[in-house]
Nanobody, 126 residues
């Protein structure tokens, strides 16, 4: 059984930083497309960042240059470093994983992701 567990969320002021992590059990991050999504109240879930089996990455335009996605294969964790946070980054953040080696053209296709964490809240105040 696959389980994804996020950690690292919290409340910060604008301009601050946070690092999210997602620990997996029953799943190995090394081969398949995995990513981070977020959902703000009243809005649809949206893709934030993704990384494929080769380590190539894709980012939403709104976070490019501020967020960095990475995998730690030794610890089997998926990470998201978030710098220069803005109030509009406030949302519940979810890690997600696929069961196939999809390419980055599927980076933010929600239906491709089979496994989801429970989410971690990020709140950025102005």
């Amino acid at each position: 059984q696959v389980q994804l567990v996020e950690s690292g969320g919290g409340s910060v002021q604008a301009g601050g930083s946070l690092r999210l992590s997602c620990a997996a059990s029953g799943y190995t991050y090394s081969s398949n497309l995995v990513g981070w999504f977020r959902q703000a109240p009243g809005k649809e879930r949206e893709g934030v960042a993704a990384i494929d089996g080769d380590g190539s990455t894709s980012y939403a335009d709104s976070v490019k240059g501020r967020f960095t996605i990475s995998k730690d294969n030794a610890k089997n964790t998926l990470n998201l470093r978030m710098n220069s946070l803005k109030p509009e980054d406030t949302a519940m953040y979810y890690c997600a994983a696929t069961s196939r080696r999809y390419g980055l053209w599927d980076a933010f296709s929600l239906q491709k992701y089979n496994y989801w964490g429970q989410g971690t809240q990020v709140t950025v105040s102005s």
